[in-house]
């Protein structure tokens, strides 16, 4: 009789060690992915940021490139009669000329090539900080509404400081040890705008608009028609004002019968065609988001061996 015997397989087991390294490990595999992942997010980021601020550093240097040849430009321009070019460059020539024709003296903006805007302001053209005595002085403080009492006050104060000799404005005084504002007594010419800061240092408001319409070394002889429109309106009534400001490009002989209409206390002169040494020019250059200022107080000289001078690089 036969004997059937079963056999079957034997069912293999994995141990539960081995399972819980392989999920340890795949857990690991995975957090490694994502650091890895992380770090390179980071470091792609650190890369553009990099490369943003080597952008902006290149614009701030274009910037400040372009700025510093329109500068130059400028003060060739105007120390030129007449401009050639020499090797094949007739198209920057004709540039050259007509940048010529742009220039004013009075502070509006021109353009001066793509992006770059010049303001111009002969210093012939400001109320002069160190000639309170200058008749635009009291005419200017006067056309703000102060009393006649506060423009001698501010004007005697002004004169004080910077004459040499120790007399008040006020008949039989001397002058105070020091200013209202506890400076004491220059004696001697304002080198900056702080004497004009000391004087009127209690009417903030009154003071903000005398610097932008005065500096310290503007010239006693004065050019009204190179004066910026604002300080044009605060000495005159609207209607000459308006004609002095439109007349600023028309020609000699409309320029002269304009004498006839400022006061008496102007001299002839006051309305001419010259330009003074003492030039302010302020150049601003955009380049992509970067936004370059510069402003420089410049003494042309052309007949001299240096044609020209930086007395300050600002202001």
């Known amino acids: 009789m036969a004997t059937l015997v079963a056999s079957a397989n034997p069912i293999k087991t994995v141990p539960v060690g081995r399972l819980r390294q392989s999920g340890v490990a795949l857990l690991q595999v995975l957090l490694i992915a994502s650091i890895i992942s992380l770090l390179a997010i980071q470091f792609t980021k650190t890369a553009r940021s990099q490369v943003d601020i080597a952008s902006k550093f290149e614009d701030r240097i274009r910037a400040q490139l372009l700025t510093r040849s329109a500068i130059n430009e400028v003060i060739f321009t105007e120390l030129s ?20 024709e742009k220039i004013n003296y009075w502070g509006e903006p021109f353009p001066w090539g793509e992006n770059i805007t010049i303001h111009m302001q002969d210093l012939n053209g400001l109320a002069p900080q160190r000639y309170p005595d200058h008749p635009v002085w009291r005419r200017l403080l006067t056309f703000q509404g102060l009393p006649s009492k506060d423009v001698n006050r501010y004007l005697g104060e002004l004169g004080d400081i910077q004459d040499p000799d120790v007399r008040s404005w006020m008949f039989g005084d001397v002058e105070p040890n020091a200013t209202p504002a506890g400076k004491a007594y220059l004696n001697g010419y304002a080198q900056s705008d702080m004497v004009l800061r000391w004087v009127f ?31 044009i309106r605060d000495l ?51 380049v992509g988001n970067t936004i370059w200022h510069d402003s420089n107080i410049l003494r042309l000289s052309p007949l001299s061996t240096i044609p020209f001078s930086i007395l300050s690089g600002g202001g």
């Not at 009669?81 to 010529?100: K, R």
């Not at 009154?206 to 050019?223: D, G, I, T, Y």
């Not at 400001?245 to 001419?272: M, V």
């Open 81 to 100: 009669d007449t401009v050639e070019a020499l090797i094949a460059a007739e198209n920057q020539s004709a540039d050259f000329q007509s940048y010529s």
């Open 236 to 286: 005159f009534d609207s209607e000459i004002a308006n004609t002095l400001i439109s007349a600023r490009s028309e020609n000699t002989q409309h320029r002269l019968q304009l004498s006839q209409l400022i006061p008496p206390d102007f001299t002839p002169e006051s309305i001419s065609r010259y330009t003074s040494s003492n030039q302010r020019i302020t150049v601003i250059t955009k």
């Open 201 to 231: 240092s209690d009417s903030p408001q009154l003071l903000q608009k005398l610097l932008e319409s005065s500096h310290v070394r503007a010239p006693f002889r004065m050019n009204i028609l190179h004066s910026p429109a604002h300080l």
